[in-house]
Nanobody, 128 residues
Framework: QVQLVESGGGLVQAGGSLRLSCAAS????????MGWFRQAPGKEREFVTA????????YYADSVKGRFTISRDNAKDTVYLQMNSLTPEDTAVYYC?????????????????????WGQGTQVTVSS
């Protein structure tokens, strides 16, 4: 079992920044990658970014490329999502997820079906 706890969400003005954290505990050694997804009201959950530990390989959705950065602190078993230049379209509940499956192509982690564990989510609201 892996437990994931997100934090760092909140209300920010357009153009601002937020950093989300996802703290992992439990059998984290079984994890090959971590991803961030988001779900806006009335919309389906969508992929944001993923980080595969082997090779420290990242993959981003086009909508956040150049604005968001995923990173990891191994000592703290924590993954971060730095979000800059936020727009109201980024408003959503953000979820982190852990995958225990290795894929050579990091783009494979854009599918939510490859993840085994999910956090409870943290709300991000961007005002115009």
């Amino acid at each position: 079992q892996v437990q994931l706890v997100e934090s760092g969400g909140g209300l920010v003005q357009a153009g601002g920044s937020l950093r989300l954290s996802c703290a992992a505990s439990g059998r984290t050694f079984r994890s090959y990658a971590m991803g961030w997804f988001r779900q806006a009201p009335g919309k389906e959950r969508e992929f944001v970014t993923a980080l595969r530990w082997i090779g420290y390989s990242t993959y981003y959705a086009d909508s956040v490329k150049g604005r968001f950065t995923i990173s990891r602190d191994n000592a703290k078993d924590t993954v971060y999502l730095q979000m800059n230049s936020l727009t109201p379209e980024d408003t959503a509940v953000y979820y982190c997820a852990s995958s225990s499956t290795f894929y050579s192509g990091t783009d494979s982690y854009a599918r939510d079906s490859v993840y085994d564990y999910w956090g409870q989510g943290t709300q991000v609201t961007v005002s115009s």
